[in-house]
């Protein structure tokens, strides 16, 4: 039997001890797990504990229960959390209602009272598992609805219906079956069912008709398993199939692939098919114009016969696109300089050089082509302030190392080098500046620590950074938490003064920058493990 989790939070310890002594728990579903004498401790012991009930008095010290509520609702929503209260303090009650606070117990309560609001407690908390469940009733329901989905989603997209951001959220949501790959394209699949077929020697198939288009697709998906990563869907022509190709696929691969569904329809199930296969694009937005063009090469089977795969650039006069570095390209180069790792500089780079050869064109355009992605690096360099004889070389000139690239492959290990190189100074670059801020802000918080109003704000403001990043940055260099290495600070220039000065412990405590110095105290001790006065008198 599984026990929901609660955690006694109040500053007397005979009250914690009676409460867990004298009830039933795990005879109510309950089991306690922890206790904690105030807000300070209990917030620890959530984090560790994970508790689904927390049963807090409301006045105890440093942090009460009211607090103690509202760190729980920014951290731990689904934790609940009950309230223990005296009759003469009413406008708590209204505090720890607007809380959200599950239930709001009136003190002194006996056993049996208790008993009866944990029993209501328990029900609560059953009803909202079972909310819960029901929400995974609903994801059930939407997985078995996800074929409809995603056929309709690629009816849209194959249509062109679909604006740039939809297609992209549809891919990760119906198609990830296509995700790692660099250009998509579309196969068109045009089914002749044989009409009016008798005689002894009919395939049984051909009497089902509505059976074919399946076994044409069994077909198409066995060739397909083996290379590609592709989806399918029906249409009104027959079957479309949007077939994804690595950087090392060819579209004459491919057309060969599909020419084997063709020959292996005629003579297995004796249907005649004809695939039509549009031109692949980088572009997701431009998979509509694949499947167009697939279809308009199907309409030559009248001219050139059918049982055959034809493809539209083998048709039709296609304009291959200008050799062109452009904006979209350019942000990819940026991007992965600043936060690639050397795997994906490598395939950035060699799909840079792809792209040259794949547009068969002229030296001199390749050079030109070469010159606009040097410039955005060189561009690069110097808004980063990076040293451009470091990256390049000592005294070179980028427009003489261009025109000393004699071949694609010197090309692409030249500027693998060159964007490598970039890639590590920028890293060492950040590691520097954290280093430098992390200094800067220990310093800083020695000077002030005696503030007692020195938050992580002031920090941060006097840096001129965000929280977020501070936070990251500064454990990361310091292993600590601001707030531990802030109490650390503190703690030790008290210990400096204990044994240096004859000082009362609340003076000490201000000079430290604590306001209480019952905290102070407190705070000492959980440190320490003797409390100030003992400590100087040790």
């Known amino acids: 039997m599984a026990y929901y989790k609660i955690l006694l939070v109040d500053d007397e310890e005979e009250i914690r001890l009676g409460i867990k002594q004298k009830i039933a728990w795990e005879q109510l579903g309950f089991q306690v797990v922890g206790d904690a004498e105030n807000g300070e401790d209990a917030m620890e012991k959530i984090a560790l504990l994970e508790p689904d009930l927390v049963m807090t008095d409301i006045k105890m010290p440093y942090m009460d229960g009211l607090e103690l509520a509202k760190h729980i609702r920014q951290s731990y929503a689904d934790t609940e959390i009950v309230m223990f209260s005296g009759f003469d303090e009413f406008e708590y009650a209204k505090q720890a209602i607007s809380l959200n606070v599950m239930e709001y117990i009136l003190k002194p309560v006996n056993v049996e009272e208790l008993t009866e609001i944990l029993r209501k407690l328990k029900l609560k908390l059953d009803r909202k598992v079972a909310d819960k469940r029901d929400i995974e009733a609903l994801r059930l329901n939407y997985l078995h609805m996800l074929p409809v989905l995603k056929e309709h989603f690629l009816t849209d997209l194959i249509h062109g219906k679909l604006d740039k951001d939809t297609i992209a959220e549809g891919f990760l949501q119906y198609a990830s079956e296509l995700q790692g790959v660099s250009k998509w394209v579309v196969a068109s699949v045009y089914i002749e069912i044989p009409r009016d077929a008798t005689g002894p020697d009919i395939l049984s198939l051909h009497q089902e008709k509505e059976l074919v288009p399946i076994s044409v697709l069994q077909v198409l998906e066995e060739n397909l398993n083996r290379k590609y990563h592709y989806t399918t869907l029906r249409t009104s022509l027959g079957i479309c199939t949007i077939c994804g190709l690595s950087e090392e696929d060819t579209l004459s691969e491919l057309v060969d692939t599909m020419n084997l569904v063709c020959k292996e329809c005629k003579k297995i199930l004796e249907v005649s098919v004809t695939i039509g296969i549009g031109e692949p694009y980088p572009e997701l937005e431009k998979i509509s114009d694949s499947y167009l063009e697939s279809r308009d090469a199907i309409g030559y089977r009248a001219s050139i016969g059918s049982d055959i795969a034809i493809c539209i650039r083998d048709m039709e006069n296609v304009q291959r696109e200008y050799l062109q570095f452009d904006e979209r390209a350019e942000g990819t180069l940026i991007s992965t300089l600043k936060f690639g790792d050397q795997s994906s500089i490598e395939q950035m780079v060699e799909k840079l050089v792809a792209g040259m050869e794949d547009s068969r064109a002229h030296m001199r355009e390749q050079q030109v082509y070469m010159i606009s992605i040097v410039n955005s690096i060189m561009q690069f360099v110097q808004k980063y302030e990076l040293e451009s004889d470091t990256i390049l070389g000592k005294n070179k000139d980028y427009l003489e190392v261009i025109t000393g690239l004699t071949n694609l492959d010197s090309t692409q290990k030249w500027l693998t080098q060159v964007c490598i190189t970039i890639n590590r100074c920028m890293n060492q670059?950040?590691?520097?500046?954290?280093?430098?801020?992390?200094?800067?802000?220990?310093?800083?918080?020695?000077?002030?620590?005696?503030?007692?109003?020195?938050?992580?704000?002031?920090?941060?403001?006097?840096?001129?950074?965000?929280?977020?990043?501070?936070?990251?940055?500064?454990?990361?260099?310091?292993?600590?938490?601001?707030?531990?290495?802030?109490?650390?600070?503190?703690?030790?220039?008290?210990?400096?003064?204990?044994?240096?000065?004859?000082?009362?412990?609340?003076?000490?405590?201000?000079?430290?920058?604590?306001?209480?110095?019952?905290?102070?105290?407190?705070?000492?001790?959980?440190?320490?493990?003797?409390?100030?006065?003992?400590?100087?008198?040790?």
């Open 429 to 538: 670059e950040r590691t520097n500046t954290a280093k430098t801020i992390i200094e800067d802000a220990k310093t800083y918080i020695l000077e002030h620590f005696a503030n007692q109003e020195l938050s992580v704000e002031m920090v941060c403001e006097h840096l001129h950074i965000s929280q977020a990043y501070f936070s990251t940055i500064f454990k990361k260099e310091t292993g600590v938490s601001y707030v531990n290495y802030l109490t650390d600070i503190r703690l030790n220039k008290a210990v400096e003064l204990l044994n240096k000065t004859e000082d009362k412990t609340y003076i000490i405590a201000d000079k430290v920058g604590y306001t209480e110095p019952n905290y102070f105290s407190y705070v000492f001790k959980k440190k320490f493990g003797i409390s100030p006065s003992k400590y100087r008198g040790k």
